[in-house]
């Protein structure tokens, strides 16, 4: 058997992880080992990788061959993960030395490829994921935008809304007034609890099924899944920033949250 080490495009959330495990189980492969980002696996056939990145494509995933392609890739993969920290860590590092750690790269050799292949700086492109983040939790109506601009480590909030309005074209009570004028009755808090009365969990996990799309349902072979939320409009087809239902025929319910 041959192995094989892609990196794939796209693929920045849980979602994407299981989306990818199920097309992964149409071409009987073993060994399989994925994240975010990469997958690994075992396979007698020598013409796979044609018919499985017509597969992706599909999902708007994309197999990545040029080397330069990954590492932008990958440092969106660090652009998220050093996020995800800023969250739940009272201190950070800055993300420049938190990138070259984790790629074991020159920061400003790492800037110039991201922008020669992103057409966009580090910089920008980090400040609007940080903004992604701040408009999810507006959304959540959890948290006063002292605490988010806290929470997300911005220097004060008057530094979180100069970005945010940047970023989104929008101040922030704008944005929140929008909200409320799009979704007048459907909070993101409203659909948790809402699933969560109907008894759908967090952690779920279905394999050997075979995933057709349709539209913004998706069914597969004794599987149901349903998009029930929608963070940010994408065109991908996959589905950025939103929350999904998932069920099977035996009444085993679960959900998804996938955010970029």
Partial sequence: MKIFKLHIKNMLCDRCIYVVRQILNQFNVVRVKIELGQVSFLSDNDHILPLLEKRLNEF???????????????????????????????????????????????????????????????????????????????????????EIADRLHYTNVQHLSSQFRKVTGFSVREFKKLQRTERPNQSLTGVLSEIHAKGYVRAFDIHDNKIVGAGNVKKTKGIHIKEVYRFDESPSALGQNAIYTIEDTKGTKGYLICQH
């Fill in 60 to 146: 708007n995933l994309q197999i990545i061959h040029d080397k330069d392609e990954q590492t932008a890739e990958a440092i969106k993969l660090e652009a998220k993960r050093y996020l995800d920290e800023l969250e739940h860590l009272d201190r950070v590092e800055k993300f420049s030395v938190h990138l070259g750690k984790k790629l074991s790269r020159n920061y400003h050799n790492l800037s110039k490829l991201f922008r020669r292949v992103e057409k966009i700086t580090i910089e920008s492109y980090l400040i609007r994921q940080r903004v992604e983040r701040a408009k999810r939790l507006l959304r959540e109506e959890q948290l006063t935008l002292s």
